[in-house]
């Protein structure tokens, strides 16, 4: 579905059939609706895959804390976190995604530290946080999944599903939800 297409879609689906009412920010309400469905845990990565990267950082810990600005690499979310042996001298890691109330629990207890070949990591705005055991001196390289954000800048020429294979579930989702945020910001009768 061409971007164009789904611009007229939103507008169809709000009773505007002649595109003259909401054509202009159809657009813009559809990313941010897609935006909204990729920060949220109800896709894979499969349905995205032109907004999937992977981004190799190296981390430095002291005292078994360690964290990665992510400000300038444009991404939304970050999906998974991979520690490669090869990379770092043999060695292997569990990675567990946490929550940032849990690495607050951690911080208190050191009871719930990672084990010494376990990595705890959250996402803070900008910045990965790393936790691991204290005992962990060297810098690990790391490999970010992660999802970009979304733009249309090429979208004028491309098709979504058939060029980007994007899944025709979050384009029919990210269209839906378009209409909801539209509705919600403005008079639709």
Not at 68 to 83: A, G
Not at 145 to 172: A, F, V
Request: aromatic share 8%; glycine share 6%; proline share 4%.
């Amino acid at each position: 579905m061409q971007f164009q297409a789904i611009r007229n879609e939103i507008c169809k689906r709000l009773g505007d059939i002649k595109n003259q009412k909401f054509i202009t920010v159809a657009g813009e309400y559809f990313l941010e609706a897609l935006s909204n469905i990729l920060m949220g845990d109800d896709f894979t990565p499969t349905e995205v895959p032109e907004l999937v990267s992977k981004i190799d950082k190296t981390a430095a810990f002291q005292s078994g804390y360690g964290e990665i600005d992510i400000t300038d690499l444009n991404v939304l979310k970050v999906y998974h976190i991979e520690i490669d042996p090869s990379k770092n001298s043999g060695r292997r890691f569990i990675v567990k995604l946490i929550t940032p109330e849990y690495a607050e629990k951690v911080k208190i207890s050191s009871v719930l530290y990672p084990a010494e070949n376990e990595l705890y990591t959250y996402q803070e705005n900008a910045v990965i946080r790393i936790i691991t055991s204290p005992m962990t001196k060297k810098g690990l390289k790391i490999s970010i999944i992660n999802i970009k954000y979304p733009q249309s800048s090429g979208w004028l020429t491309q098709d979504l599903t058939t060029d980007l294979h994007y899944s025709p579930r979050i384009i029919d989702n990210a269209i839906t939800g378009a209409v909801k945020l539209i509705a919600g910001n403005y008079d639709t009768k």
